[in-house]
Every structure is written in C-alpha cells, then in structure tokens.
DNA sequence: GGTGTGGATTGAAACGCTTCAGAATGAATC
DNA sequence: GATTCATTCTGAAGCGTTTCAATCCACACC
C-alpha cells in the first residue's frame, strides 16, 4: 500500500512512464485514448506527484518565497495576497514567512528559501539583507525588495511614496482651512516614518501662514496615540493644533479615543485628523477616520512580476517602481 | 560558475561524497580533521545544500503544512506563531496557506501539501476535509484538525472548549449582578457561534432570576454590532439588557461606539460587555472591553506535538485535546 | 513495393542527495 | 605474527521525476 509512482501508473496504464510523465505535462502531444488510459490509472492508484523529484529534476521549486516583517499588519497579508494572486496566475505559489522583526528569523528563512531551491524572494527587509541576497543570486534565485526604494543597491523594489504620502495627508488638512498642524509619530528609526514626515514639511512649507509641529510619540501603538491625545486635551485651546496626521491608523484611533471621551474636543470641528494605512478599523472608528491608503495587494502582485521577468532574463537592469497612495477622506477631515 | 554541489565538495577536500553528506548530517561520526576540511570547502564554494534531493531521498519533506481559515486574524496569527515556535524546535519548518475561507483555496493547499509530501498537516477547516485528509493518512501524512474539536472524525484535533467561553462570560455577567443578558451574533453556522451561545444558554439555566434573548445579526464585524448598538439605543431602557455577550471582540468594539457615542447609555453602569478573542483591539477600546481570551498560540504548538507522535508512531489512537478559554476582565465589566 | 513523413511512444540518463555494506587503517590482544 | 576490534572513509545504489534521442507505426505518395 505504499505511495503509487509513475512507474505503476505507466504498469497499470501499459505504457512508458514516459508518457505518463507526457501526460502529466504535455497532455496535448499524447493520443487521446492513451492520456485517459493513464488518467484512469492515476484516479485509480491515487497517484499524486512527487514534487521532490520533480524540483529536484528542475533545478528549481515553483515556489516563490516571501519574508515580511510582521503578518498580523494588514498591509502585509494583503499584500501577500496580491503577491500569492499573481504567482497562482503563473503556476507559482508563495510561501510565506515571518520574520517577526526578528533578524534571526529573517536569515533563517532566506537560508531555507535557499535551501528550497526557490524561484525567487521577495522581501520586506529589516535588516541589510543585500548581502545575502546577492548570494542568492549567484544562484540564480532573483530577488525583490518590498516596501521599500532600494536605488543603488542593485535589486529591483517595490514601495510606496511615502513622502507623497505625508504630503497628501497635510495638504488635504490645509485645504480645509487648518494651519496649526501636529504630525504624531515615534519610531524615527523606520524610514517610513520619516518620509511621511518630509512630505509633511513640504506641504507645509508650499503653503504660508501655516506651521508643523511634530510631537514625538513612545511608538507607533493605539495607547501612545492615546497619551499623546491626553496631553493635547491638557494644553489651552489656543495651543492646540487644528489639523493632525499620525503616522499610522493605529495612533489616530488612541488620539480619537482620547479627544472624544475625554474632552469637548470636536473631531474634526476643532480638531481634524488623518492617519495612515487605512485599516479595517479606520473605516469603523468613533468618528470614521480620514486615512492615506497603500495599494498593497498591488504591490504584492507588481513585485511577483519584476521577479518573474528577472527570473526570466537574468542579468535585467534593476527596476525601482513607486506607487503613490491614495487618500481617503471620511468623517474625521469633513464635516459632511 | 554553476551552483556547487556534495561532489565539488568533496573534490576539493579530497574526500567522497559520503563524507560530505556525514559532515552535514551525523558530524559526530567522522574525525574532527576531515569535517574541518570539508567544512571549509563549503564555505569556500557557498555550497548550500539542495532540499530537493535530500527530500526526494527522504521520502518525505521537513515541513508542516498549515492552513488557516483568514490569516488576517489574530488569533490564527498567534496560532501560527506558536506552531512555527514548536515545530522549529523540531528543526522543521511551516508552510503557511490563508484559504481565505475560500474552499477552492483550501483544496489547493492541501493539494499542494500532499504533492510536497509534508510531514504534516494542520487545518482549521473550512469545508468537510475529512476525506481529502483521508487520503494523505493513506500516504502516510498525518493531520491534526485545529480550532475544531473532531470527535468521531478519526483525527487529532485541538480546539477550544467554546461552551465553556460563553458560559465563563455570562456566568461573569451574572455575578456582577446583571440578569437580562443578550447574546449578540451573527453567522450561525459557525460551530464556534452556536457553541457559545449553548454556553450562555446552560449559565442563565444555572441561574434563576436571569434571562438570555439572542440578537442575530448580520456577520461577525464592528458595523453589524454597531448597527445593533443602534436599534439597542432606540428601545426604552426598561426593554435593554442590562449585560451583552458578544460572539468576537469586533462586534463588541461596534456596539460600544454605538452605546457611548449615540446616547447616554453607561458602559458598564448602565449594559456591561464582554467581548470574545481579546484582540489588541479589546485594550484599547474607548471603553476597555472585558473579553474571553484563547490560548492561541498554545493550540498551535499543541497541534505541533500531536502531528509529531503521530508522526512517529502512525496508527495512534486519534486525541482530542480541549483547551479552556480564560477571562480577562476590563472596565467594561467593573466599575472600577 | 519502396520511401518518406509525422505523430506517438519508448527507455535510459540525469538531477543531487543519503545510506549502507564493505574496505582501509591502526591499535590492542593473544 | 595473527587475530580481533573500533574507527573512519568510500562509492555505488536508489529516491521519482523529466527529458530527449531513438524507435515504431500507419499512412500517403510515387
């Protein structure tokens, strides 16, 4: 009763296991008669494929391997689900990592990714991976860097503008009559937040007559956006900022909490905020929370192609594509 | 420059390839000199091992296959996490697949597991697995069922005892005084939904004096709990609960921005609320939300243990692990 | 009847690893 | 010196697939 191979397939059927295989993967150059002589067989062994043998006889797994930094943000499952949508289109599947923002966790993968013999990886990388990834590519195995410009490195990249981003994010808050604008944001380590950041000060600065503050933040959590907003309710009205953009949703929504239960704050009457992200919760907060949405399942998706395109013609210029967010305006930015 | 095999290997340690492979699999057998050489031939040619033909001979790969029903859930995250913790402690690492729900998805992965010949398989299943899981047993891969107690079903399987959760959370309700509880949900068809309404069920008829009315709604989300925190708020108080019981944390978080924000109920004076999963959410809600939590990444690695006995001694009885949820109690419960 | 022709099928080689029976070596024992 | 024994190393076999040159066959054409 052991696992059927295709040897007993091709026994069962009367044929050559090379027409099984034939079957199995240029049905259209076997007669008709024989691919269902051996169909039947396959049904009725249970005959399913060894795709150790197969890869092993490939040089190389159909499979795609993809690190991201942490899976319980949604900007990363959706955009491995984008990334899992295009490679199921080309016959590829994902598999998916996460490195938690671990480091050790992030190199295990790529070891393993290497080990498999992959098609190609995509990262989110948290550490300076290029070495490693270089590595992989005297493999053979390509490699895309996600979320995150990766110019001069010598990998194609797929990333958000984040500077857009900010800029957006303020401008929108200056075209509704606020001047006194607060950025609220901690981790100035991660580069996205500093871009967020410059766009800010570029919106800022193209128009006169306003100003940013930026309030520095214990991280990048729903209860630092929380004490953030109670030290704002603490100053006088007349110091307050107008017009707020935090970093991400999640301190939009403590900073909310704090404005609209604890004071006669009025969002976005006194107070108008965006955030960044556009989380589920974003849509379904208190007040329903004006945010600066990332295409991620695009993303995801792009970056399985520039793989594939390099998997295909190795030795491809790398591409650095940039996707600009997208604001959505709700409750939180207007008083409709 | 092709990738460097056991063979190169060993030509440029002038050793065989059985050496080689001793080094890299039983170090202990062969003499310190020779591993030191060969060790550095390895390093010196960047040879990394090929998982294809090591599996191909092994009959069976070093992995875990895991499919989760939306890997966009903390809980299932968290079960991951500790699966992954465990079966690395195993030196064998997770496969990842999100059905989305999707049972076309779900199929797939399991399809494509049996083609990699896993060593297991996990499954928090969607449809009826039982005869697709048949055939991996048949082919020699275990499974353990995960989230979904499976008496009967001939497999292993851990769950959480859902009866108990709801009864935990009303039986709560009740001894701090409230008698008319409501069971907020939707989704019906969800074992775990039924489940813990049969929980709250079984604490009311512990407990003369109380009362339980079930609100069905429309799905599991926070717009569905807000928009019955709406047709709460319109009904005359002497006609509210007096304590609500959510199927997830989600509705809780809609209900509560309903009751808060909408009208002059109390929470927990006037409707006290216990949600369920506890996620990140359930702290930082405008009213921090008492909520019945999951040993969720003790499931997983729990389900990692179970798959290996099985694993090794085929033909083991099946188990059925139950966990028991645990309360965490916040202000939407207690005055304090 | 001989000769092409093209489609269908065959079967051996190869992918890179692990395993295992046996060879080689050297030390210990009689 | 012969024998035993433990240690270390060797090299061929085999895992299940794909691929490809070679073969086979039926048919059409001269």
Redesign the pocket.
Known sequence: M??A???D??ALA?????????V???PE???????DRVMQAIEKLG????D???Q????RSNTIGLVVLDVRNPFFTDLARGAEDAASDAGLSILLGDSGRSQKREAAYLDLFEEQRVHGVLVSPLSDVARRLEGLRRRGIPAVLVDRSATGSGFSSVSVDDVAGGRLAVEHLISIGRRRIAYLAGSFDFPQVTDRLRGAQEAVAAHPGTSLEVIDIDGLTVLAGHAAGERIVARSAADRPDGVFTANDLIAVGLLQALVMQSDIRVPGDIALVGYDDIDFAETAVVPLSSVRQPSALLGRTAVELLLEEARNPGLAPRQVVFQPELVIRRSTSSG
């Open positions: 052991a696992a191979n295709v040897k397939v091709a009367r044929v050559s296991i090379g027409t099984v295989s034939n199995l993967n240029r150059i076997v007669a008709p008669g024989t691919a005959f399913v494929r060894n150790a043998a197969r092993l006889k490939a040089g």
